[in-house]
């Protein structure tokens, strides 16, 4: 389960890119996935109260 300061809300920036998953307001995970790129925003959510944490970063070389 994420922290609440671990997860990221919709229109803030990306710190990095990666596949980041949707979290209820709570933390729980709700089995979805998104893709963000570093520096863009994130999408909005389908519900109020739901979050991103990253997942699985880029890697990069």
């Known amino acids: 389960m994420a922290k609440k300061d671990d997860t990221f809300k919709p229109g803030q920036t990306a710190p ?28 909005p959510t389908q519900k109020p109260g739901q979050r991103y944490d990253l997942v699985d970063p880029t890697k990069h070389k």
């Open 16 to 43: 990095r890119s990666g596949q980041y998953a949707v979290v209820g307001p709570r933390g729980g995970d709700l089995n979805r996935e998104v893709t963000v790129t570093r520096g863009e925003p994130f999408p």
